[in-house]
């Protein structure tokens, strides 16, 4: 896939977890995961900007997806506010990974390929769908991708947000009798 093909292929693939996480934690934070997993969406190709890179060599391993994984996380506990929560880590760590990882599923489907866990194992992987550089499919993944993130996005941020009522340890503080709820109708 080119660019904008990977792109909406990772929009695509998170735009499902959005009103989940948002419901989970926050807005902002899915928010955040979209910018993690688009950020991941080319970078594996940054390579082609580096001479002494071979093009899909050490950028487009699971290896890689582990890296920018880590790198992830460790941003996000640095950005993470309240809404984060004490899983802030885990979700950086998981949408970083799992961007790096749409990427090379995207170079999978090319007759180009991948071998993802070089230079453990040389077995190269592809399934010869489509070429690289296939407009229709790259213009299609950018275009349906884009639609289900915003959709997504309008959802969750259409989503009401939780009360959430503090109680006591003792459990007493809000909590309604049947004659408490009784005399409040």
Same mark, same amino acid.
Request: charged content about 10%; hydrophobic content about 50%.
């Given at each position: 896939?080119?660019?904008?093909? %990977? #792109? ?10 959005? @009103? ?11 928010? *955040? ?10 970078? @594996? ?10 093009? /899909?060599?050490?950028? %487009?391993?699971? *290896? ?16 993470? /506010? ?11 760590? #998981? ?7 749409? %990427? ?17 194992? /040389?077995? %190269?992987?592809?399934?010869? *769908? ?9 213009? !299609? ?14 959802? !969750? ?8 009522? @503090? ?7 809000? /909590?309604?009798?049947?004659?408490d709820a009784a005399a409040s109708i």
């Amino acid at each position: 896939m080119y660019r904008d093909g %990977h #792109a909406g292929f990772n929009a695509l693939l998170y735009a499902p977890f959005v @009103p989940t996480v948002t419901a989970a934690y926050s807005l902002e934070t899915a928010l *955040w995961g979209a910018v993690i997993a688009l950020a991941a969406a080319n970078l @594996p190709d940054l390579d082609q900007s580096i001479e002494q890179i071979d093009h /899909r060599g050490p950028t %487009h391993t699971v *290896w890689f997806a582990l890296l920018f994984g880590f790198v992830a996380g460790v941003g996000t506990v640095l950005v993470a /506010r309240s809404g984060f929560g004490s899983g802030s880590f885990g979700f950086g760590f #998981a949408v970083g990974t799992c961007g790096i990882l749409a %990427h090379l599923a995207g170079d999978i489907v090319t007759p180009m390929g991948i071998a993802p866990f070089a230079p453990v194992s /040389r077995v %190269h992987v592809t399934l010869e *769908w489509f070429k690289s550089k296939n407009g229709r499919i790259n213009r !299609a993944f950018l275009l349906v991708g884009s639609v289900a993130l915003v959709a997504s996005l309008l959802l !969750a941020a259409a989503q009401p947000v939780p009360i959430r009522v @503090p109680v006591s340890t003792t459990g007493d503080l809000f /909590r309604l009798t049947p004659t408490d709820a009784a005399a409040s109708i």
